[in-house]
């Protein structure tokens, strides 16, 4: 791995580690455990139109284990894994269709976020308690999904159009 790309991966996973603790201290539905909006998921969006898909799971792993050893627990580090292989996998193979928007991309990693979460409740705990949060979390992870992917389609814009300026 090139020294530019060792330095922007720290960067990034920087960038997500703060955002995954700014995220933390916003309760958005108290009454629904593990309801969030993912701001660290915009620089994950960033890695899987940005980097190459190696780079972007390399930085999910990142993200999931530092983010657990820092504010979490093991068993919230196997619900963060599930959710973030599924949705990764799911946001590259979506990416790869030429002209895709980030906001379905994200869109789909949120609601398959979720999925991998509720697969690990399932196994963990057992299926109906799941069933209970299941609408709600998948609404969530919908709703979060395209908020994400609003903000990342105008930053990308920004980013582009940045880099059109300063490279002519």
Same mark, same amino acid.
């Given at each position: 791995?090139?020294?530019?790309?060792?330095?922007?991966?720290?960067?990034?996973?920087?960038?997500?580690?703060?955002?995954?603790?700014?995220?933390?201290?916003?309760?958005?539905?108290?009454?629904?455990?593990?309801? $969030?909006? /993912? #701001? +660290?998921? @915009?620089?994950?969006?960033? %890695?899987?139109?940005?980097?190459?898909? *190696?780079?972007?799971?390399? &930085?999910?792993?990142? $993200?999931? /284990? #530092? +983010?657990? @050893?820092?504010?979490?627990? %093991?068993?919230?580090?196997?619900?963060? *894994?599930?959710?973030?292989? &599924?949705?990764?996998?799911?946001?590259? #193979?979506?990416k790869r269709i030429p002209g895709v928007s980030p906001i379905p991309v994200?869109?789909?990693?949120?609601?398959?976020?979720?999925?991998?979460?509720?697969?690990?409740?399932?196994?963990?705990i057992s299926w109906q308690p799941v069933l209970v949060y299941a609408p709600?979390?998948?609404?969530?992870?919908?709703?979060?999904?395209?908020?994400?992917?609003?903000?990342?389609?105008?930053?990308?814009?920004?980013?582009?159009?940045?880099?059109?300026r300063h490279d002519a």
């Amino acid at each position: 791995m090139k020294i530019r790309t060792l330095a922007r991966m720290a960067l990034l996973t920087a960038a997500a580690l703060i955002l995954g603790y700014i995220d933390a201290l916003i309760p958005l539905v108290p009454s629904v455990p593990g309801i $969030k909006l /993912g #701001l +660290s998921n @915009l620089v994950l969006l960033y %890695a899987v139109f940005y980097m190459r898909p *190696l780079e972007t799971v390399i &930085l999910m792993l990142l $993200k999931v /284990g #530092l +983010s657990s @050893l820092l504010f979490g627990n %093991a068993i919230g580090a196997l619900y963060a *894994l599930a959710g973030g292989m &599924l949705s990764v996998t799911a946001m590259l #193979l979506l990416k790869r269709i030429p002209g895709v928007s980030p906001i379905p991309v994200s869109t789909v990693g949120g609601i398959t976020h979720i999925l991998g979460q509720l697969a690990v409740g399932t196994a963990l705990i057992s299926w109906q308690p799941v069933l209970v949060y299941a609408p709600w979390l998948l609404i969530a992870g919908t709703v979060t999904g395209i908020l994400l992917g609003v903000a990342a389609k105008a930053a990308f814009y920004g980013i582009e159009r940045y880099e059109r300026r300063h490279d002519a």
